[in-house]
């Protein structure tokens, strides 16, 4: 049997939210699988487990650029440890010029677009002083480039801790707006049902068939009802099959139909995602607390 640690049992309480003993519970059932505890705890308690998946887990921000024709564009992540260098007018200038110079120069990916050269020396090197100046550990995580096929809009949430950009064909700037919007808020995972990766449908039909399997009703109702949470899934994190966040009897596909308008791509950053937070001595203390094992 794994040991089960305090450390995992916070990780999975924040991609779940779920109580912290029904964490641990979980934990145990699957041996220590984190992936397993969370399907445990979602057949357990339903979409309530997953709704902290997304929670922001490091500081930094979300830059982007765009191109005066918004033809061109790009979206670069950059990390610090505080949120109060987040703010600081050199770290804000650095990401500034990081988007626009991927955008520009097209680089192969966070190496090569390290090696460019800002402001008289590299990016890696500019990096680098401003550490040293600021006195926090600086990282560039990712950027996405755009060339658009349509005309790129933009939007930015809470401090730039969420970012999108949209390639949108047709339709007005304040559609385009819309849609950048309505992505921040929702969160798709991808543009169409056609897009979404193969291994999240099944791990969703995993945990609906568990979930039906306990209504105790036929084999030939389990089934139906394990087709309609997928389907009813596929709506959900697909931008195509969501409701409009400013007319929620209205799908995006439908609001692009009736504009004449249609999406090619989109990207969505939300700063720190997946990044694990240092943890703090008072909530090792409430762990300890609760009899778990650090």
Known sequence: MAEITAGMVRELREKTD??????????????????????????????????????????????IYISSDAKLGAMVEVNC????????????????????????????????????????????????????????????????????????????????????????????????????????ASKPVALSREQVPAELIEKERS??????AESGKPANIVEKMIEGSVQKYLKEVTLLGQPFVKDDKLSIESLLKAKGASVTGFSLYVVGEGIEKKTTDFAAEVMAQAGLSR
Request: proline share 1%; hydrophobic share 45%.
């Open 18 to 63: 779920a109580p912290m003993m029904e964490c641990k519970k979980a934990l145990t059932e699957a041996n220590g699988d984190m992936s397993k505890a969370e399907e445990i705890l979602r057949v357990k308690l339903g979409n309530k487990a997953s709704k902290a998946a997304g929670r922001i887990a490091a500081e930094g921000i979300v830059g």
């Open 207 to 212: 945990v609906a068939a568990a979930k039906a």
């Open 81 to 184: 440890e505080t949120d109060f260098v987040a703010k600081n007018e050199d770290f804000l200038g650095f990401v500034s010029k990081l988007a626009e110079l991927a955008a520009v120069k097209n680089p192969a990916d966070v190496d090569a677009l390290s090696s460019l050269s800002l402001d008289g020396a590299t990016v890696e090197e500019s990096r680098k002083a401003l550490v040293g100046k600021i006195g926090e550990n600086i990282s560039v995580r990712r950027f996405v480039r755009y060339q658009a096929t349509g005309k790129l809009a933009q939007y930015v949430h809470g401090g730039s801790k969420i970012g999108v950009v949209v390639d949108v064909v047709g339709g007005d700037d304040s559609l385009a707006r819309d849609l950048a919007m309505q992505i921040a």
